[in-house]
């Protein structure tokens, strides 16, 4: 039973243009989201966040943006480059908690010159 | 300015040895996280140690999964009759202690995990 979802397993892109990545989630205990970017060999880093009580959080060329009612969360990146090609996961904690992370299958986004 | 690391990066093992995985998390980080990542999927919460407490280990498969930090810095995941399934990446993470209420959050800092495959 998948509580968080990322439904699209690539994205490829041109470099310069927009870049989204869409999460849905079942659980309406989750009450704060987050985004890793995740490089062939190495662990996942944090790349950003947004507590359920905003619907937009920005930094930088990236933004997440969260629709509760529809349970949605998307990353978006602006412009895109190549060096932002990697596996981009979604994840959640639950309101119950403070570390215990519920993690998307992730989407490889391609970024190309 | 050491990131968190893992021994080894590679393990292949016969169906029914034992495997020991090492993490050594960043200085100063109290919390410690175990995740198991599959083929194609997002990392799965295994357990959770503060200091040397294991304070969760509600996503631990089965109990041939043990994990200990006996000193409050270094941990090891053990796999003791490792079967096929258990093949997967086993991620370590580590993150300073929560304070407060206020982040709701505390990063965790992964490292690049060890891939063990099972033969």
């Known amino acids: 039973d998948q509580q968080v979802k990322q439904n699209s397993p690539s994205l490829s892109v041109q470099e310069g243009r927009i870049s989204i990545l869409n999460c849905d989630y079942t659980?309406?205990?989750?009450?704060?989201f987050l985004w890793y970017k995740k490089y062939p060999a190495e662990g996942p880093t944090f790349l950003i966040s947004i507590s359920s009580i905003k619907d937009k959080n920005e930094d930088g060329r990236f933004t997440v943006f969260l629709n509760k009612s529809a349970k949605h969360l998307s990353l978006h990146i602006v412009p895109s480059q190549p060096g932002d090609s990697a596996v981009y996961f979604c994840a959640a904690k639950w309101e119950g908690s403070n570390y215990k992370l519920t993690f998307g299958k992730g989407t490889l986004l391609t970024v190309n010159p | 300015g050491a990131g968190v690391s893992q021994s080894p990066r590679y393990k292949v093992a016969k169906r029914g040895q034992d495997v020991a995985l090492r993490c050594d998390p960043i200085s100063g980080h109290v919390s410690l996280f175990w995740y198991q990542q599959a083929l194609g999927q997002g990392p799965e919460f295994l357990t959770y140690f503060q200091n040397e407490a294991q304070l969760d280990k509600s996503g631990l498969p089965s109990d041939r999964f043990f994990a200990e930090r006996p000193e409050g810095s270094v941990s090891t995941l053990k796999i003791q009759r490792t079967q096929q399934e258990d093949s997967a990446v086993y991620l370590c993470a580590s993150s300073l202690p929560l304070l407060g209420i206020l982040p709701p959050y505390n990063e965790q800092f992964f490292g690049p995990g060890t891939r063990l495959t099972v033969l």
């Open positions: 659980n309406s205990m989750f009450d704060y």
